[in-house]
């Protein structure tokens, strides 16, 4: 133990919190530090998803207007989702729909699906001299439906900035489920700026819809805030160098970036959600193992992914914070 210091804490570690007030009250956020400039939240009432996270006191993250929401506030028809939509760092979207809100085998699905707006069951964390591990399990499941669980691990080093996101989805029902999972990491101000430079090396991209094809030259380059701008997806083909694909960001006007890499085995669709507009000014960079287009517009296209009751997925997807103090 380093003998300049009474507690560890007063370097790095993780402290359990609870929010008072609002549409937030009661909710359980693990604030995480790693002692070299890296600092997250976990909300663990929110799919232990990333709510804050920041390098060297530069958010990094996206916060949507609604700020914080509790799951009791969840609105799951539709396009409710976005009334309680925290964007944060990371909101998962799955298990079993992503995307567009529909009706795909006489069952109404919402938009982006239900697993971010499900609090976590069991939580732990532990503390070595090399890494902070956080687990925890959600559970994606109802009577007479589908039911999925999700095992979740971070993995915070403490020799450098760097975060691994290690996620185990199983079936623990008894018959063949929908499975669909998107990761969706959003950058926000001042990471994002127009100073920012985005690299998606990449074989091909397709615009979502018409409106994106109108912008496509210009899908990587960063804006300034527009007013009513309307947002714009691409889906990437990306390239993989030594079985992993990468997207990086970095920010020469703070002198911070980030580089994500994942396998495309496990999650081999990649979109880029650009959203320039005033007060909503966010970079969604996204693996997933579909797109966006919603479950019946996959299963019409013979792209829904399927899991079979004791079969289990994992994803794994690691963050190298770039910049110097």
Same mark, same amino acid.
């Given at each position: 133990m380093?003998?300049?210091?009474?507690?560890?804490?007063?370097?790095?570690?993780?402290?359990?919190?609870r929010?008072?007030?609002?549409?937030g009250?009661?909710?359980?956020?693990?604030?995480?530090?790693?002692?070299?400039?890296?600092?997250?939240?976990?909300?663990?009432?929110?799919?232990?998803? !990333?709510? *804050?996270?920041?390098l060297?006191?530069?958010?990094? =993250?996206?916060?949507?207007?609604?700020?914080?929401? &509790?799951?009791?506030?969840?609105?799951?028809?539709?396009?409710?989702?976005? $009334?309680?939509?925290?964007?944060?760092?990371?909101?998962?979207?799955?298990?079993? &729909?992503?995307?567009? &809100?529909?009706?795909?085998n006489g069952?109404?699905?919402?938009?982006h699906?239900?697993i971010?707006n499900?609090?976590c069951?069991?939580?732990?964390?532990?503390?070595?001299?090399?890494? !902070?591990? +956080?687990?925890?399990?959600? *559970?994606?499941?109802?009577?007479?439906?589908?039911?999925?669980?999700?095992? *979740?691990?971070? @993995?915070?080093?403490? /020799?450098e900035?760097?975060?691994?996101?290690?996620?185990?989805?199983?079936?623990i029902?008894s018959r063949?489920s929908?499975?669909? @999972?998107?990761?969706?990491?959003?950058? =926000?101000?001042?990471m994002?700026?127009?100073? &920012?430079?985005? $690299?998606?090396?990449?074989k091909?991209?397709t615009p979502?819809?018409e409106?994106?094809? $109108?912008?496509? /030259?210009?899908?990587?380059? @960063?804006?300034?805030?527009?007013?009513?701008?309307?947002? #714009?997806?691409?889906?990437?083909d990306?390239?993989?160098?030594?079985?992993?694909?990468?997207?990086?960001?970095?920010?020469?006007? !703070?002198? +911070?970036g980030?580089?994500?890499?994942?396998n495309?085995? #496990?999650?081999?669709?990649f979109t880029?959600?650009k959203m320039m507009?005033?007060?909503?000014y966010?970079?969604?960079?996204?693996?997933?193992?579909?797109?966006?287009?919603?479950r019946?517009?996959?299963?019409?296209?013979?792209?829904?992914k399927?899991?079979?009751?004791? #079969?289990e997925?994992t994803?794994? @997807?690691e963050?190298?914070?770039l910049?110097?103090?």
């Amino acid at each position: 133990m380093n003998s300049y210091i009474g507690h560890p804490s007063q370097i790095l570690g993780v402290e359990e919190h609870r929010l008072t007030g609002g549409k937030g009250d009661g909710m359980r956020l693990l604030q995480v530090r790693n002692g070299l400039g890296l600092e997250f939240t976990v909300s663990l009432d929110r799919c232990a998803d !990333i709510s *804050r996270l920041s390098l060297f006191s530069h958010n990094i =993250g996206f916060f949507a207007p609604c700020g914080y929401v &509790a799951p009791s506030y969840y609105d799951n028809v539709g396009n409710g989702f976005l $009334k309680s939509f925290t964007g944060g760092f990371l909101t998962t979207c799955g298990l079993t &729909a992503v995307g567009s &809100a529909c009706e795909d085998n006489g069952e109404k699905l919402p938009l982006h699906g239900t697993i971010s707006n499900t609090p976590c069951e069991v939580h732990s964390y532990t503390v070595n001299e090399k890494e !902070i591990v +956080i687990d925890a399990l959600i *559970r994606d499941a109802s009577l007479f439906s589908d039911q999925l669980e999700l095992k *979740r691990k971070y @993995i915070c080093s403490l /020799d450098e900035n760097k975060l691994t996101v290690l996620d185990t989805v199983k079936n623990i029902g008894s018959r063949i489920s929908p499975y669909m @999972i998107l990761y969706h990491f959003n950058i =926000g101000y001042p990471m994002l700026s127009e100073h &920012a430079e985005l $690299k998606i090396p990449n074989k091909g991209i397709t615009p979502r819809n018409e409106h994106a094809s $109108k912008y496509i /030259d210009n899908c990587l380059i @960063i804006e300034k805030p527009q007013k009513n701008f309307e947002e #714009q997806c691409y889906y990437y083909d990306v390239i993989e160098e030594n079985k992993k694909a990468a997207a990086e960001i970095y920010n020469k006007n !703070i002198g +911070i970036g980030l580089k994500m890499m994942y396998n495309k085995e #496990q999650l081999d669709s990649f979109t880029q959600w650009k959203m320039m507009g005033e007060h909503e000014y966010v970079l969604g960079l996204e693996p997933g193992n579909c797109t966006p287009d919603g479950r019946d517009i996959l299963r019409k296209n013979g792209q829904l992914k399927f899991i079979e009751p004791e #079969q289990e997925f994992t994803n794994q @997807i690691e963050f190298l914070f770039l910049g110097k103090r």
